[in-house]
């Protein structure tokens, strides 16, 4: 992941922010590296008793950090419930209900089609109505913002890159 993914997909990145790579053709070395990421079989298990539920907001459609994260989670023996992306909040909280996990992990990077300043602290309120357990949420891909009070978000930490991730599921242990 750090050696050859990571890199490869910010290079992807900076070509076609450049304009020598066209938006569709990031999107097709994205589909390839997720298929290759979706090959990798790693045990859901490990001695960390809470389970990571990993999601994209409402509109969200990055699901490759998400897909990453999971990897990471996985090689640190983390284990997951992987929901995928585009979640209306409160069919996240139902589904983080549901399975009891007390820690969400969101991909919350900006597009075309979502808005990280605009709607992050919407959507966090909206799925705190809906939650019935305490959680923590970490965001990846987002900025440090004034976070209200929650009732049910217990902590809300903004994650600045993988390797900060990998180190932070190090600490778990």
Same mark, same amino acid.
């Given at each position: 992941? =750090?050696? &050859? ?13 450049? /304009?020598? %790579? ?8 994205? #589909? ?23 999601? #994209?907001?409402? /509109? ?7 897909? &990453? ?10 284990? #997951?419930? %992987?929901?995928?992306?585009?979640? !209306? ?13 007390? #820690?969400?992990?969101? /991909? *919350? ?11 992050? +602290? !919407? ?13 923590? *949420?970490?965001?990846?891909? /987002?900025?440090?913002?004034? =976070? !209200? ?8 930490? +903004? ?10 599921? &190090?600490?778990?242990?």
């Amino acid at each position: 992941i =750090f050696k &050859i993914v990571l890199p490869v997909m910010h290079e992807i990145e900076k070509l076609a922010l450049k /304009g020598l %790579y066209s938006v569709t053709q990031e999107h097709i070395i994205s #589909t390839i590296v997720r298929d290759q990421l979706g090959q990798i079989n790693l045990a859901n298990e490990g001695p960390y008793p809470d389970r990571f539920a990993l999601a #994209t907001p409402e /509109g969200n459609l990055h699901e490759l950090p998400i897909l &990453i994260a999971e990897i990471i989670c996985n090689a640190n023996r983390v284990s #997951t419930n %992987y929901l995928g992306a585009s979640h !209306p909040a409160e069919c996240l909280s139902e589904a983080v209900n549901a399975l009891k996990c007390k #820690t969400i992990v969101m /991909g *919350v990077i900006s597009s075309a089609q979502w808005n990280y300043e605009k709607n992050i +602290v !919407p959507y966090l309120e909206s799925m705190d109505k809906y939650l019935k357990n305490k959680v923590k *949420v970490l965001l990846g891909g /987002g900025s440090e913002v004034d =976070f !209200p009070e929650f009732k049910n978000i217990e902590n809300v930490k +903004v994650i600045k890159s993988f390797e900060d991730f990998d180190k932070l599921l &190090i600490e778990l242990k």
